[in-house]
């Protein structure tokens, strides 16, 4: 690897196939990294202006590195590079330590180094909040939409044979076809799903009675480990098929199911079919972020069903006690429930 094609990535003038070739030259060995770190902080600080920082601005390189700095008047290249010596990845038994959206002002225009400069695998864990939803798209080109209170944990580069991704909640999948290495998506729950490129919703909270996969195109594998290193295919779906998966019992399949319906939340579209109380419960909360108490328990053995787009959470309750036998209060945002008297 050269160390003119090195500083045209850096300088971020390289062509694709230039930048994929210093990517995997990089992630060949800890050396190569250093070696491109090293040679970073040396383009940055010779890019640097000579401008004096301010004694402001030198606090906060010594509040975001940790070092108290003497603060006199100086050039800012100087001040730089003692930030720099604090802040560059640390390389200590193959664990690299990285330091992202550094933000000093004047003193330092750009990070050291970013992340998306790194190509060895570090993990990223999103969690949408009870009433927010999201969107992430991973190192592949795969894209996927988060419902409210999801988690998703995924790497920074697909590395290996497959492709491992690790999803609790509900989330819509679009997946990259690569049919040399699958994509893995593991769960919560007693099963994880294979695909090579395909379209599929998967449910699996930790908190509700069953879990359901929803297949729109393609087709995916449900396996299980049965021991380390060792798997099993429980199912495989085709379009328009659904599994509802219930801890380690077989799952159930459901065919032709309208799939428009499964990934209607994703529209903001939220639909209870003949749903019971307590399933109703639980998505108005991870949808509205609101919080429950339920006074008379009988209330559970009702059933809901009702279309909701984008009404508040007291225009739905209001539906609910129109068309069913509870009745409810709202305060703060926590909304009780009791039955009509």
């Not at 400069?117 to 864990?125: A, G, L, Q, S």
């Not at 909040?129 to 795969?142: A, H, I, Q, R, T």
């Not at 509802?244 to 399949?253: G, Q």
């Amino acid at each position: 690897m050269t160390k003119n094609l090195l500083i045209k990535y850096i300088a971020g003038t390289v062509q694709e196939n230039e930048k994929r070739a210093v990517l995997e030259w990089i992630g060949k060995n800890p050396d190569n990294l250093k070696y491109f770190i090293e040679l970073k902080n040396i383009w940055v600080y010779n890019n640097m202006p000579d401008s004096h920082a301010t004694i402001d601005e030198m606090k906060m390189v010594s509040t975001i590195t940790g070092n108290n700095f003497k603060y006199k008047k100086s050039s800012s290249k100087v001040y730089f590079l003692l930030a720099a010596a604090s802040v560059a990845i640390l390389i200590t038994l193959n664990i690299f330590q990285y330091i992202r959206n550094l933000s000093l002002a004047n003193v330092v225009k750009e990070p050291i180094v970013s992340l998306s400069d790194i190509p060895f695998e570090h993990k990223h864990t999103l969690y949408t909040n009870n009433g927010v939803k999201g969107y992430v798209e991973l190192p592949d080109g795969s894209k996927v939409w988060l419902n409210s209170a999801t988690t998703l944990t995924y790497p920074d580069k697909f590395a290996g044979a497959t492709r491992e991704v690790m999803v609790a909640g509900e989330a819509l999948f679009e997946v990259v076809k690569d049919s040399l290495k699958p994509m893995i998506v593991n769960t919560n729950r007693d099963f994880k799903i294979e695909v090579l490129g395909t379209k599929f919703n998967i449910r699996s909270y930790d908190n509700d009675y069953e879990a359901q996969t929803t297949l729109i195109s393609g087709s995916i594998n449900l396996i299980r480990e049965v021991k380390k290193g060792k798997r099993e295919i429980i199912a495989q779906l085709k379009p328009t098929e659904s599994f509802v998966i219930r801890d380690k019992n077989a799952p159930i399949l459901i065919r032709q199911i309208d799939t428009s319906k499964q990934i209607a939340w994703k529209q903001g579209l939220l639909i209870f079919e003949s749903t019971p109380m307590d399933e109703v419960i639980k998505k108005l909360e991870r949808w509205h972020g609101t919080q429950f108490i339920i006074k008379d328990y009988d209330i559970l053995k009702t059933k809901l069903t009702a279309n909701f787009r984008s009404e508040s959470i007291i225009q739905i309750m209001e539906m609910i006690r129109f068309c069913t036998p509870i009745d409810y209060t709202i305060k703060e945002n926590i909304v009780t429930l009791n039955k009509k008297s």
